[in-house]
């Protein structure tokens, strides 16, 4: 099959998944699961049958439709999207098989609306990852927008409406009012909105007007959660867990950051953004981020909005990186997209195996749990060190390259933030670490036991990944320097 | 003589004489055949039209065979080919699928007469756009409008009574003015063919008169256009009327009238009046961005659906002349664009406000509520075309929207103020549609509205496949695209 197809496929193939679900639903629960993990599957062997070509240097092409003169529909896969689209793909099987789990366990409502939605996000994450301009990239950042919004509302009760109304009301806002003029603008200075090598703004804009598109780009991405956009994540929290995992922790946010990033590289470009100093705010911002949501975070009691607060500083990281314009820093931040996901869906399973085993939400409830749920606080502890960024986990990874990166470019502000927020992730981790083995229950707990087998499989698997990815970086490391190729050191 | 070069003339005829003869149909089913057919057959010459403009292709024409400026002559272009399709295709959409609704709402008896205006309303509307004729434009405007009163007038609900009045009232006061100001200026020129008016208007051009017909034309044509301050007459008048007649009127009506402006002032006013460009600009944009800013706040708290996309209606029509004013080929093109796109999503819009009247007693947000469980085809429609007047990518609305702020853009410092202005109306209207979507999918379905099925069977289609016209032409615009930058170049070239 000609990659061409390849590209059609990976997009079509949760669509049609859609559809099958939807008819599966009609026969039995089992069909419309085993369509989910079939869907599943399929879309992760096409985009890792692309790999092979794009590691060799290849970046194949596919252009869908024109829709005027000048802007097309098209896709080009680059090494940045090839990562994001293999990495969400892959860990869409590990959190199918987790949703069955937990969605059977917490007999939740209305499944088949989430496992159809669900699909569509994928096809909508496979769009972002590969599309080859901004007006494609921004046509498929709105339909994840709008295919997670039922999956955040998912209860229908009025918290979850309200939740999801502030979650639809972020994102959109910012992406119609901040991220679409931007585009806009792009298009009308540069005369095209693809993403090029090298970037295709350098000449075109000069002075303070880059620090305002920049600024327009960033937080237009509202699913990059740099603050002051960042109340969504929080309050998408509302959501089933699969959903805070797959897409709060991996699809949606890595999709905002993912954005910046590539936005950054390929339509800035690296060195121009570099020389030009009215861009330097974004470093401080993210900074700003990275610590204002660690103490932030510091503060909470429910399991998941902690979660989702460390997600905003370890987002804000990525962005951070890639705002330190140099060649290990954009390697850096390529990789804590992987190394974060890798761990993030590990806290997150675990924070969901817990609610369906003991119906517990909250810190301060997890005295002693450990011993009740010992896989799933295991991986949890491992998902918590790749967090903090101790060896051997892959957090330690992307840590490496981030502050290398800083040393290159000298800038001592990203490396003290960066130390600075390891003690803050240390300091709300390390406690919930040792409530969970250390302290004894107050009151005689029931003996609840461990989360439905296909659960604690789940987060098994990807507190292995947290430690694999120590180990077995090489390929990702590999991909990822194709994108600074001729960026000055 | 080639066929094809009669066909500006027959899209008004075969609408005008269909009207008689239906009116001598015994049977309503015949009735609404006849009209149905009339209206498809419209819309098959008006896509004719378009294909040959599309081909660069014009069409003069000349009623009787006397030449103009001595007889009436016709003349189709690309602007006009986008009010042709839209008038015709709304009308085919509304009553191709709209039997059941109007079946519900018009009185049998009356049935063979209502049909008999709307197709009048068909001619008029389509004589308007396709005449080169200032007095005919008169003409053809008082047919449509009449008509269009009888239609509003014709549902069962007594409140569209003072509505229509209403409507007529300011209807007619719009159509004196613009009355006056072709006397003034036949007096001072001595013509009423458009082309020959731009000609010799320009010996004349200071003279106080023609001043006096510049502002009495264009305040009159504001007035049936629904410009801001002078849209009072609209929401009611939608809102009363029968659901199909909204489709269609909203749809079109309105836009008619703003081509009319454009044409006139463009063809005839803007290169012969010292300082006009700039008169038109400045008294047009703030008023095109109040009626951008108010109507969708309205829309934000009117609690009536149909009000609320009536309100709707007014703030897009502000974005349609907000475009005009810009007077740049950019700002002209996403005009035209959004009079295409805008007449789809509202159009959609009332077809699924029509499938929810036919199960629904009320159209009040907090009776509305459950309907997506009921009826969830036709609120899928609903959404698809909510999100297309929001603008989003992959829809219609979008491409009007992007090529809106882009001109905006092009315009330096106050066109980033524009720009905002478009953009925080995009998120009123994200905000509006979601309060009827909420209601629809998130509240607890009434105890009376436990039974309640999907609407009948050809309405629901016809409404899918408005619906799916949304998201087709949110992807692939390359003709209205063409339609509208070729009509921006048209008027923009009178300028010179």
């Given at each position: ?7 059609l496929?990976?997009?079509?193939a ?17 069909v ?9 599957l ?28 000048g ?30 789990g ?69 994102l ?7 991220l ?26 000069q002075g303070?007007a880059?620090g ?12 990059a ?13 509302v ?46 911002a ?36 890639a ?9 850096g ?14 806290l ?12 517990k939400t ?67 981790f ?15 707990q029931a003996?609840?036991g ?22 077995f ?17 | ?13 075969v ?22 057919a ?7 010459i ?9 081909d ?34 709304a009308?085919s ?7 059941p ?18 197709m009048?309303a ?6 308007i756009?396709?005449?080169?004729d ?5 003409v053809f ?12 007038a014709?549902?069962?609900d007594?409140r ?6 209403k ?9 004196t003015?613009y ?10 020129t ?19 008169p ?16 629904a ?41 005839v ?12 600009a400045t008294f ?19 609690r ?10 007014v ?6 002349l ?37 199960r629904?007693s009320?159209?009040h ?6 309907a ?54 995009s ?33 629901l289609i ?8 949304n ?25 010179q």
């Open positions: 099959m000609s990659t061409e197809k390849l590209i496929g990976a997009l079509l949760p669509l049609i998944g859609a559809v099958a679900i939807g008819l599966g639903a009609k026969l039995s629960d089992n419309r699961e085993a369509a989910t993990l079939i869907t599943a399929i879309l992760c062997a096409i985009v890792w049958t692309i790999v092979p070509e794009v590691l060799a240097g290849g970046r194949p092409q596919l252009t869908l439709a024109e829709v005027v003169p802007i097309e529909i098209a896709f080009r896969i680059e090494p940045l999207g090839m990562l994001f689209a293999a990495l969400a793909s892959s860990l869409w099987i590990i959190n199918s098989i987790y949703s069955i937990y969605m059977r366990g917490n007999k939740e409502k209305n499944q088949t609306r989430f496992y159809i939605f669900f699909a569509v996000a994928l096809s909508a994450t496979i769009g972002i990852a590969f599309s080859a301009n901004l007006f494609t990239l921004f046509l498929f950042y709105e339909l994840l927008t709008l295919s997670t919004y039922p999956l955040v509302s998912h209860k229908g009760d009025e918290n979850s409406v309200r939740s999801a109304r502030v979650y639809l009301g972020v959109l806002t910012t992406s119609i009012g901040l679409l003029p931007a585009i806009i603008w792009t298009y009308l200075v540069a005369g095209t909105g693809d993403f090029t090598v090298g970037g295709i703004l350098a000449g075109k804009l303070p880059v305002l598109l920049l600024g327009l780009f960033v937080f237009g991405v509202g699913k959660a740099v603050m002051p956009v960042h109340r969504w994540l929080p309050a998408a929290m959501a089933p867990t699969p959903v805070s995992a797959l897409l709060h922790a991996v699809a949606v946010v890595k999709a905002g950051v993912f954005t910046v990033t590539k936005v950054i590289v390929y339509i800035f470009g690296v060195d121009f953004l570099f020389a030009e100093p009215s861009g330097a705010w974004l470093l401080y993210a900074a700003f981020t990275v610590i204002s949501a660690s103490v932030v975070a510091l503060r909470q009691q429910n399991l998941k909005r902690l979660l989702a607060y460390s997600t905003i500083a370890q987002l804000s990281y990525v962005v951070m990186a705002a330190i314009l140099k060649p290990l820093a954009e390697i931040a390529a990789v804590h997209i992987v190394a974060h996901a890798f761990g993030k869906i590990t997150f399973f675990a924070a969901g195996a817990i609610y369906v085993a003991s119906k909250e810190v301060h409830q997890l005295r002693g749990i450990g011993h009740q749920m010992p896989w799933t606080m295991g991986a949890f502890t491992i998902g918590a060190l790749s967090m903090i960024g101790v060896p051997p986990t892959g957090g330690f990874v992307s840590k490496w390259y981030i502050l290398a990166g800083a040393f290159q470019a000298d800038n001592y502000v990203a490396v003290a933030t960066i130390i600075l927020s390891t003690v803050l992730n240390a300091a709300y390390l406690p919930i670490i040792y409530l969970a083995w250390f302290a004894q229950p107050k009151a005689p003996d609840h461990e989360a439905p087998f296909p659960a604690v499989f789940a987060l098994s698997v990807t507190a292995l990944l947290t430690i694999g990815f120590f180990f970086n090489g390929p990702v490391l590999e991909l990822e320097r194709q994108i600074v190729q001729g960026v000055s050191p | 003589m080639n066929f094809s070069e009669h066909l500006p003339a027959l899209q008004v005829v609408p005008l004489l269909s009207a008689p003869l239906i009116v001598l149909l015994r049977s309503n089913g015949l009735a609404w055949a006849a009209a149905t009339t209206s498809l057959m419209a819309f098959a008006a896509v004719a039209i378009t294909l040959g403009v599309l660069g292709q014009t069409f003069p024409y000349s009623m009787g065979g006397w030449p103009a400026p001595y007889g009436i002559a016709l003349g189709v272009d690309s602007f006009s080919a986008i009010l042709l399709l839209i008038v015709s295709g009308s959409f509304a009553l191709l699928g709209g039997r609704s109007l079946n519900s709402q018009i009185e049998a008896h009356r049935q063979p007469l209502f049909y008999a205006a709307w009048l068909l001619a008029g509307l389509s004589g756009v396709v005449t080169a200032a007095f005919n434009i008169f405007m008082e047919i449509s409008s009449l008509a269009s009163y009888v239609l509003i014709g549902g069962p007594r569209a009574l003072p509505s229509v009045f409507y007529l009232v300011m209807g007619t006061i719009g159509a003015f009355l006056i100001g072709i006397g003034l200026v036949y007096m001072m001595g013509t009423l063919n458009l082309a020959d008016m731009e000609v010799r208007i320009q010996g004349v051009a200071d003279q106080s023609i001043l006096v017909a510049a502002g009495f034309i264009t305040i009159g044509l504001a007035l049936k256009a410009v801001f301050p002078l849209h009072a007459w609209l929401p009611n008048a939608y809102t009363y009327a029968p659901h199909m007649v909204t489709v269609f009127l909203a749809a079109c009506a309105t836009k008619v009238s703003l081509y009319v402006l454009l044409r006139f002032d463009f063809f006013f803007q290169q012969n009046l010292a300082g006009h460009a700039f008169q038109f047009l944009m703030p008023l095109a961005v109040l009626a951008v800013v108010v109507a969708s706040a309205y829309a934000l708290f009117e009536n659906l149909k009000r609320l996309l009536a309100f709707s209606s703030a897009q029509i502000g974005y349609i907000l475009g005009a004013s810009l007077v740049s080929t950019a700002g002209l093109t996403a005009s035209g664009l959004h009079v295409f796109n805008h007449a789809l999503a509202k159009g959609t819009l009332f077809l699924a406000v029509a499938c929810l009247a036919m629904f009320s159209l947000l907090q009776d509305l509520s459950g997506a469980k009921s009826m969830p085809l036709t609120m899928a429609a609903f959404c698809i075309a909510g999100l297309s007047l929001i603008g989003v990518p992959g829809t219609a609305g979008f491409i009007s929207k992007w090529y809106l702020i882009g001109a905006a853009l092009n315009e330096g410092a106050l066109g980033i103020g524009l720009a905002v202005i478009i953009v925080l109306s998120l009123m209207a994200v905000v509006y549609i979601w309060r009827v979507v909420e209601a629809a999918y998130f509240h607890t379905p009434n105890t009376s509205a436990v039974n309640i099925k999907e609407a009948p069977r050809e309405l016809i409404t899918l496949l408005a619906a799916l016209a998201i087709y032409f949110g992807v692939n615009s390359a003709v209205p695209v063409a339609l509208a930058s070729d009509a921006a170049n048209l008027l923009m070239g009178h300028l």
